[in-house]
């Protein structure tokens, strides 16, 4: 398991944009593939969009396609969710997760599949 800090939320209006943080520690961070996902008051936790270990392949939610885009830096032990377009639907508690093994879209759209969480940061976009 690797310990994972999100940072960057913060309250925007529609149309804004915001770009998150997940820093990891450990130095097997590049070994991991990333997801992020967010849980809005009163609803189930959801798939966001996650990267593989390389960043080569990248997996969306078909409701932050096209508005959303996550990256790493791997040197940096750091991936990332630039927000844009953003809409009051997109208000939630946005969590970044870990996994070591299995790095398919089928596997990392799962939230339980992932066993390393961070704290979560709020995205509170008004209308």
């Known amino acids: 398991q690797v310990q994972l800090v999100e940072s960057g939320g913060g309250l925007v209006q529609a149309g804004g944009s915001l770009k998150l943080s997940c820093a990891a520690s450990?130095?097997?961070?590049?070994?991991?593939?990333m997801g992020w996902f967010r849980q809005a008051p009163g609803k189930e936790r959801e798939f966001v969009c996650a990267i593989n270990w390389s960043g080569g392949s990248t997996y969306y939610a078909d409701s932050v396609k096209g508005r959303f885009t996550i990256s790493r830096d791997n040197a940096k032990n750091t991936v990332y969710l630039q927000l844009n377009s953003l809409k009051p639907e997109d208000t939630a508690v946005y969590y970044c997760?870990?996994?070591?093994?299995?790095?398919?879209?089928?596997?990392?759209?799962?939230?339980?599949?992932?066993?390393?969480w961070g704290q979560g940061t709020q995205v509170t976009v008004s209308s």
């Open positions: 450990g130095r097997t961070f590049s070994t991991y593939a």
């Open positions: 997760a870990a996994r070591r093994f299995g790095d398919t879209r089928e596997v990392l759209t799962r939230d339980h599949e992932y066993r390393s």
